[in-house]
């Protein structure tokens, strides 16, 4: 093996080009191709940057050209040669550098290395586990360190512009109490204060919320996250928000800070130009018209509740649900009455994983209307469906019907899938709604109780505070959520700052008193001490990216991410550990 010694490189894997010609560079980097063409042996030598062809010709420099027989794929190189044109016929327009290649006159080995467990150069299937235990060899190529660098440059352009409008990046403990997100914490034993626990933030809100009390004014702070939850395709244990918190404002200055941002990370990482402002709709809204409070409005099959048009129908399956409190409602599936039987049992398959018991479907024809229920509807019913949805021959109708909650998910779910069915949504168009009015508290049937839709420290409704006693459910929220694509990437609230109402708040939400002070006391305390009016909010940067870079899941944009069952295939975590560290934090396992 070869030493560096004084050698320095000049030039990027991706930087040379006509410009260049008859220049002696030296490059750095790792074989990733090798030929040989008739005695010639031809690299591609890699780096972050890019690719570069390297020659080495037996004719020049016999001895370097023997040396270069033992490359093989991820050998790490230094070369130092001569720029020169590559012959018309080879060269290469997809590459930067496809017009030149380097010659060498002086070749250092820096690393061997074995064969990789799976080639680099190009895109076989490989099981994830093996990407991510080879993490960092997977990370060698362009596309999967793209992702990286385009998160760099989001994460600056975030950090520039908010230090630009006079934000402050504090950081926040990890080491802390819980706080309520929603979610299972990760706690920490503390050994010397034996059978006591940190745990992991689920967010720094009540730090931030604090950092308001201490008169900063503006925070934000790129901050990792952490929930125990079960994992799906877009859900890590560790997540990155970006957070921030305002004093001194509404929820309009904190929604114009935030599209200022989001309209610098997309410039930033993805050169695409934004115009804000972006567009609103109310939670309610939102919900009836597409079933979900994150609807992707890229493409129509909008909700239509048929509720009151088919109370006391002939279709008992119908009347039973409406009967019961529940709702039919239904979406205009255009075009689609040329499903055939097969497709729309798999769209019924598709249903019941939400919950679905069945899913009633109704082809539109020339002559008439095609379904094995439509028997049990009146002329007028027909009619009065027919208009709410605007049907027209040739359409397919979908109903969902059961409690509203299961009915409007039912639908929100096959409004996508249809439409990714149909190719309905386009590429690279960037849909940005806020979702406003949110419920302040929703009722959970298993608990028996109220809790939070955003979080406990949400402000209600002004104007709404007495109905916080008698009737919780019909308080509206300070909340926002910033929804792109139907994905949620950012939410917030405007916070209550008065000890009184976070009091009442906590009420509502079964916490009591002394529970209240005993997990809230010092939040409490410090709502006496003169807290300002504050909101704030904060953006998932793993779902952001994900979004930007196009990826299909979050861990394409995560350097050392987790598999779906929290484990790290590169460091074996989590593992077990020793029984005298045990010991020494006090716990005494039985597993
Ligand atoms: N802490 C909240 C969250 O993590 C965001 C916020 O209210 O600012 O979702």
């Known amino acids: 093996m070869d030493s560096l010694g004084a050698l320095r490189r000049t030039h990027t894997c991706n930087e040379l080009g006509p410009d260049h010609l008859d220049r002696e560079v030296i490059l750095m980097g790792w074989v990733l191709r090798r030929r040989d063409h008739g005695g010639v042996i031809f690299i591609d030598l890699r780096d972050r940057w890019g690719v570069t062809q390297v020659v080495f010709n037996p004719e020049r420099n016999a001895d370097v050209h023997a040396k270069a027989h033992r490359l093989r794929s991820e050998w790490v190189l230094a070369v130092r040669g001569t720029v020169c044109r590559r012959p018309a016929d080879m060269e290469n327009p997809k590459l930067k550098t496809g017009a030149i290649e380097v010659l060498v006159n002086e070749l250092l080995i820096l690393n061997v290395s074995e064969t990789p467990p799976f080639p680099l150069d190009e895109d076989i299937e490989v099981s994830d586990n093996l990407r991510l235990q080879y993490r960092y060899l997977d990370l060698r190529r362009p596309e999967k360190?793209?992702?990286?660098?385009?998160?760099?440059?989001?994460?600056?352009?975030?950090?520039?512009?908010?230090?630009?409008?006079?934000?402050?990046?504090?950081?926040?403990?990890?080491?802390?109490?819980?706080?309520?997100?929603?979610?299972?914490?990760?706690?920490?034993?503390?050994?010397?204060?034996?059978?006591?626990?940190?745990?992991?933030?689920?967010?720094?809100?009540?730090?931030?919320?604090?950092?308001?009390?201490?008169?900063?004014?503006?925070?934000?702070?790129?901050?990792?996250?952490?929930?125990?939850?079960?994992?799906?395709?877009?859900?890590?244990?560790?997540?990155?928000?970006?957070?921030?918190?305002?004093?001194?404002?509404?929820?309009?200055?904190?929604?114009?800070?935030?599209?200022?941002?989001?309209?610098?990370?997309?410039?930033?990482?993805?050169?695409?130009?934004?115009?804000?402002?972006?567009?609103?709709?109310?939670?309610?809204?939102?919900?009836?018209?597409?079933?979900?409070?994150?609807?992707?409005?890229?493409?129509?099959?909008?909700?239509?509740?048929?509720?009151?048009?088919?109370?006391?129908?002939?279709?008992?399956?119908?009347?039973?649900?409406?009967?019961?409190?529940?709702?039919?409602?239904?979406?205009?599936?255009?075009?689609?009455?040329?499903?055939?039987?097969?497709?729309?049992?798999?769209?019924?398959?598709?249903?019941?994983?939400?919950?679905?018991?069945?899913?009633?479907?109704?082809?539109?024809?020339?002559?008439?209307?095609?379904?094995?229920?439509?028997?049990?509807?009146?002329?007028?019913?027909?009619?009065?469906?027919?208009?709410?949805?605007?049907?027209?021959?040739?359409?397919?109708?979908?109903?969902?019907?059961?409690?509203?909650?299961v009915a409007n998910q039912v639908l929100a779910e096959l409004r996508l899938e249809l439409a990714r069915r149909l190719g309905l949504i386009k590429e690279g168009t960037y849909d940005f709604l806020w979702i406003t009015d949110f419920p302040l508290v929703e009722y959970d049937q298993k608990e028996k109780r109220y809790s939070a839709v955003h979080h406990p420290f949400t402000a209600p409704n002004e104007d709404q505070l007495d109905l916080l006693a008698t009737d919780p459910a019909r308080v509206k929220s300070r909340a926002y959520d910033l929804v792109l694509n139907g994905n949620e990437i950012g939410g917030g609230s405007i916070r209550i700052h008065r000890r009184d109402v976070q009091e009442k708040v906590f009420a509502v939400l079964g916490i009591e008193p002394a529970e209240a002070q005993e997990k809230f006391g010092f939040l409490l305390r410090a709502l006496e001490l003169g807290a300002p009016p504050h909101g704030g909010i904060a953006f998932g940067v793993d779902r952001l990216m994900m979004i930007l870079t196009g990826s299909d899941s979050i861990r394409d944009v995560i350097a050392f991410p987790k598999t779906q069952k929290a484990t790290c295939p590169l460091t074996d975590a989590p593992a077990a550990v020793d029984r005298k560290q045990l010991t020494d934090l006090s716990l005494r396992p039985d597993w």
């Not at 695409?272 to 018209?289: C, G, K, S, W």
């Not at 919950?355 to 509807?377: L, T, V």
């Open 145 to 405: 360190a793209g992702n990286l660098i385009m998160r760099h440059q989001a994460v600056m352009a975030v950090r520039n512009y908010l230090s630009e409008n006079n934000f402050l990046e504090i950081e926040t403990p990890m080491l802390t109490r819980s706080t309520p997100e929603g979610a299972r914490d990760y706690l920490v034993p503390s050994r010397v204060n034996p059978g006591k626990f940190y745990a992991l933030p689920q967010s720094p809100q009540l730090f931030k919320q604090l950092l308001m009390m201490a008169g900063m004014d503006r925070y934000f702070q790129v901050v990792r996250c952490f929930r125990d939850e079960d994992l799906r395709a877009d859900r890590q244990p560790e997540f990155t928000q970006i957070d921030m918190e305002l004093s001194f404002v509404g929820e309009e200055d904190i929604i114009r800070i935030a599209e200022g941002m989001i309209q610098a990370v997309f410039k930033a990482a993805g050169n695409i130009e934004l115009q804000p402002p972006f567009n609103h709709m109310t939670y309610d809204e939102a919900v009836q018209r597409f079933g979900t409070d994150r609807p992707d409005t890229r493409f129509g099959f909008e909700l239509v509740d048929l509720t009151e048009t088919l109370r006391g129908c002939g279709f008992k399956v119908f009347n039973s649900v409406i009967a019961g409190n529940g709702v039919v409602k239904a979406i205009n599936a255009k075009g689609c009455a040329t499903f055939s039987r097969k497709d729309l049992d798999n769209l019924a398959d598709y249903a019941a994983t939400f919950g679905a018991r069945g899913m009633a479907w109704i082809k539109i024809r020339e002559d008439g209307w095609q379904s094995p229920i439509s028997k049990f509807f009146s002329a007028d019913e027909i009619k009065a469906m027919g208009e709410a949805l605007g049907v027209e021959p040739g359409d397919l109708i979908l109903f969902g019907a059961g409690p509203a909650a």
